[in-house]
DNA sequence: GGATGTTCATAATA
DNA sequence: CTATTATGAACATC
């Protein structure tokens, strides 16, 4: 099924100043104000990661007088309360609130050293990976006590995104709980792209529960908001929602970056009501992202030669192999050599390996698995995938049901055995030589491909390398980052790193060096967006899984896919295998 | 299947 | 301080 986008009538805005109290003292000289430093962080107390972050922070940030907001050296902005105010703030409080309120200031953070800026992409990363594989397992759960219920109408369901929210604001994961940033989120991509995006955004109020425009709106809120934000040229970050069929959940949300708002006015529309608008235009300087990727991506797909008339070589290196086609795209160059091999969409093993070892069989759920099924025994009593096919959590090993059960092809427990399901290409770049991208948002948890090739035991493997190849795959030395995915640790205190169903050590190699698939041509990189997940399906034998690959986090098309392959020295960063 | 209604957690405001 | 209102997203239902 082909992902479908359609733009949203009305971009939804974040970041902005909102401050009702127009007398909000503004002029803060910046010797004498510690505003920033003296702030409460949450949570900093019992983890360490978090006071690291804000003592990196506070560091990095600096108080000034709104009026130099324009100051193109100007390291933030603090709007810090007048006298008043102030005195307001400091009458301790006769109850408990659950969470400290949030702070006034808006800070700006700019000229982060690479490390820093390595450090807070990486702890962003870490936190959506939490919040996405945490809205699987409560979705699931959710699900699975509501099935048990025989009551005439069941409950509705609670909100996933909501409950995950709570949860981890409960347990301090929540970033940026203390300030408001504004500005650019660190952690883009340098490029000179400009979209030129204009933005008429209406503002908010005077509508009934309808939806329909009663009254005139108030220049209060978050309409205020725009407007100080205009005032002071403080930016807005835009996130565009899209629908998106094929996908799993029905909406996504991408953040297109920061946009200036240029004027606003009061405008009386069709109903007789006057609603305000606000002129929002793209700035300068800013990569490429979101919905014009998510958009060309989808022109790609469409219409390969004519989104990018130079540089296709092929349009399915699997050759007809994979349900859909695997691009291949150099414009840099005159290599073409991933033509050059078989394509093969899943490993071949011994044969001894299908023969040996079959215990068990497969299971008997002919109308369709539940928890009984004796697959899902195998797998410690639970099911690994969610309805749409997106693993629930990373184990050692996972085993889906497979040519000897007795359950239909749709079975829940079948997803790597069917194959790719994403149009991706393979392109050649500057930095990583081969590399791989998708055309598609890959959602979180979701099967990417196999890693195929061909199996050599260790014996052969010896005899491949005396002879002087070096084209071979250890699956024993990728990193284990499969236990991040679906790891809780942070949210429940008794989480254990699963270890079941365990493996023996893997002795094997898989050999590219003739055969092989997409996948050798994906990059190394030490905090990669996709991770190995062993799976068996086809035979017993637990020395020989087959290697598949997940989504680690939300993977947007024409993104960079990227592995842990672990030896760390034996590629350097960024270097596909297969060069 | 698209429109409409309900529910949720939270923040702002009375 | 509490109570009410407003908000947008997700889900259910029409």
Redesign the pocket.
Known sequence: MEPKLEP?D?P?VSGFL????PNYGLKVPVAESNAVNGTRTNGSDENNDRSEINGNLESMIDVIDVDEVMDPDALAIVLVPDEEDNQLAN??????R??P??S?ELVRVSNLEIEDERYFRELVRKTRTLYDSLWIYV?LEEDRR?SLLDGP???????????V??MM??RGLWLN?DKRIVGPIPGGYEDDEDSGDVIIYT?????D???RQVAH?KL?????GMERSMHHGVEVRV?R?F?Y?GGA???V?VYDGIYKIDEYWFEIGKSGFGVYKFKLVRMEGQPEMGSAILKFAENIKTNPLGARPVGYVSLDISRNKEKVPVFLFNDIDDNHDPLEYDYQVTTIFPSFVYHNARNGGGCNCSGGCTVDCLCAKKNGGEFAYDINGRLIKGKPLIIECGPLCSCPPNCWNRVSQKGVRNTFEVFRSMETGWGVRSLDLIQAGSFICEYTGVVLTREQAQVFTMNGEDTLVYPNRFGERWAEWGDFSQVFSDYVRPSYPSIPPLEFAIDVSKIRNLACYMSHSPCPNVFVQLVMYDHSNFGFPHLMLFAMENIPPLRELSLDYGAAGEWTEKLAICN
């Open positions: 949203r009305e939804l909102q401050n009702p109290n009458v301790e409080p006769s109850y408990r659950k969470f309120p949030r006034a979705t509501r109408v069941p409950r509705a369901r609670v909100r996933a995104d909501l409950k929210a709570s604001r409960d709980q503002g908010h109020g005077g509508q529960k309808n939806s709106q209060e809120g978050g309409n205020l996130v929602g629908k069929k959940g029905d909406k949300y």
